[in-house]
């Protein structure tokens, strides 16, 4: 079966701080990737999806970066971290074809002070 | 107009009752269809597709209304386990396609 690993839990990190967060796919080959974030009380916000290794495409400007450096694994950055990148962020994956769902990390929870 | 609305409640019923989510869509080359369900603090789960004929699973049914644009989540026998909030979700097709989530409806089940 597949699974979908998302580390740290949890991170607390002062602003300008460099941000590194990793996720990782079990049992399958080729999936969608997406990273996504939650602010506290809000819906979710697509920050980027990859199609395959080395292919990013971002749905929002921001200092944040995203790098799939193998198949499975997915990774998001920021050179120096602001207050309001605070929030939950999430990862999900989807098989490439035939299937829309989407299936989420247990998440991390960000918090920039 | 946002592309998934959802009624944010929160919703407050009591067990065994029954309740309905509805969730209206704007682009109606909407192809796929979902519900989820997301604790607190948690991550979002799958509930259910959401078929055209309309699907069950349990006490959970699901129903689409392509042409009034809508899909529907109907609970019934509520468990006091059942409070969470539920996402509306909705693929559109965009040479790939594109996932729109809702931003979710609170629902409260209490004793």
């Known amino acids: 079966s597949q699974t979908i690993h998302q580390w740290p839990a949890t991170l607390v990190q002062p602003v300008g701080s460099p941000l590194s967060l990793e996720c990782t796919v079990e049992g399958t080959s080729n999936p969608n990737l997406y990273w996504y974030r939650q602010a506290a009380g809000r819906g979710l ?8 290794i080395g292919q990013i495409s971002s749905e929002v ?3 944040l970066s995203a790098s799939r450096p193998q198949d499975r694994q997915f990774i998001l950055s ?3 971290l602001l207050l309001s990148d605070s929030g939950f962020y999430l990862c999900a994956w989807t098989p490439r074809k035939g299937h829309y769902e989407q299936y989420f990390g247990p998440g991390t ?3 920039v002070t | 107009r946002k592309e998934v609305e ?3 409640g929160p919703f407050n019923v009591p067990e065994g009752a029954t309740v309905a989510f509805n969730c209206t869509y704007s682009n109606s080359a909407s192809q796929s269809f979902f519900w989820y369900r997301q604790d607190c603090r948690k991550e979002p789960k799958l509930l259910m597709s959401v078929y055209s004929s309309g699907n069950e699973d349990g006490r959970f049914t699901a129903q689409l209304n392509r042409a ?3 899909i529907s989540l109907l609970i019934r026998d509520s468990k006091l386990s059942d409070s969470a909030t539920y996402l509306c ?3 559109i097709p965009t040479g790939g396609f594109k996932t729109i989530f809702g931003a ?3 629902l409260f089940v209490k004793a």
């Open chain 2, 89 to 91: 979700v909705v693929n």
């Open chain 1, 109 to 111: 929870r960000l918090t």
């Open chain 1, 61 to 63: 400007p921001q200092n």
């Open chain 2, 6 to 8: 959802q009624d944010p």
């Open chain 2, 104 to 106: 979710g409806t609170r």
């Open chain 1, 78 to 80: 920021s050179k120096k």
């Open chain 2, 68 to 70: 009034s644009q809508y």
């Open chain 1, 45 to 52: 916000q697509l920050l980027f999806y990859s199609v395959g």
